[in-house]
């Protein structure tokens, strides 16, 4: 496993914004997708969104219309632009990257993926 290293974390209040950034290895190929999660304490992992290399985006319901998930492949990073946040999107946030997060199982897979982040703590507050 690749260890990949999220940024932009931190503690804002509901309705404010975050934009968490991941970069990742340009040699990671375009059967891959690349995706991010979140786990909150006493709770399974989650996927929040998702990216095909070529931009079809996927996106958890929880987040739809809040989150918004794109990449720089110039500059071979990750983003997820948070808006609107609420106090249930509390969370260590990871990036990951696998042929996995392509599937219709990206959301609930719970498994290893060939890349995954050390994590980025979100505290929202009301």
């Known amino acids: 496993q690749v260890q990949l290293a999220e940024s932009g974390g931190g503690s804002v209040q509901t309705g404010g914004s975050l934009r968490l950034s991941c970069p990742f290895p340009?040699?990671?190929?375009?059967?891959?997708?690349l995706g991010w999660y979140r786990q909150a304490p006493g709770k399974e992992r989650e996927g929040v969104a998702v990216?095909?290399?070529?931009?079809?985006?996927r996106y958890s319901d929880s987040v739809k219309g809040r989150f918004t998930i794109s990449q720089d492949n110039a500059k071979h990073t990750l983003f997820l632009q948070m808006d609107n946040v609420k106090p249930e999107d509390t969370a260590m946030y990871y990036c990951?990257?696998?042929?996995?997060?392509?599937?219709?199982?990206?959301?609930?897979?719970?498994?290893?993926?060939?890349?995954w982040g050390q994590g980025t703590q979100v505290t929202v507050s009301s």
């Open positions: 990216i095909e290399m070529y931009g079809t985006t």
């Open positions: 990951a990257a696998d042929t996995v997060l392509c599937s219709r199982r990206w959301r609930s897979y719970a498994g290893p993926t060939r890349y």
């Open positions: 340009g040699y990671i190929d375009s059967t891959n997708c």
